[in-house]
């Protein structure tokens, strides 16, 4: 028995390499991301006063660093446990995707 992972990137013709390469570059860490969690561990070791809640909320959460694997996809494909947040790594690469294919984005619902 096929998982709804599998069938969905059967009908769409998605390449689960693409899916993991599209993951990786979404996830992987840049510059800005770096810098916010260096200024953040700084901040700590300083005892700098905490950020008010405007300057947290001007603050972009840092990406994870981390894509999904190829063990993942495999996970996912073969009806096995994937956790939630390694569901958002996958839905984020699908829809990202599916938005150059010029279809709409999916929710998480349909996907898994």
Avoid: C, W, Y
């Amino acid at each position: 028995m096929e998982s709804k992972f599998a069938q969905f990137l059967k009908e769409n013709k998605i390449d689960p390499r693409r899916v993991m390469a599209a993951s990786h570059e979404l996830e992987s860490l840049r510059r800005e991301d770096r810098e916010a969690k260096l200024a953040k561990r700084n901040a700590k070791k300083e005892g700098a006063p905490t950020q008010t809640a405007e300057e947290k909320k001007a603050m972009r959460k840092p990406r994870s660093g981390r894509g999904a694997s190829p063990v993942l996809l495999a996970r996912a494909t073969d009806t096995q446990r994937v956790t939630g947040p390694n569901k958002q790594r996958i839905l984020r690469a699908v829809n990202h995707i599916l938005t150059q294919r010029k279809k709409t984005p999916i929710e998480l619902k349909a996907l898994f």
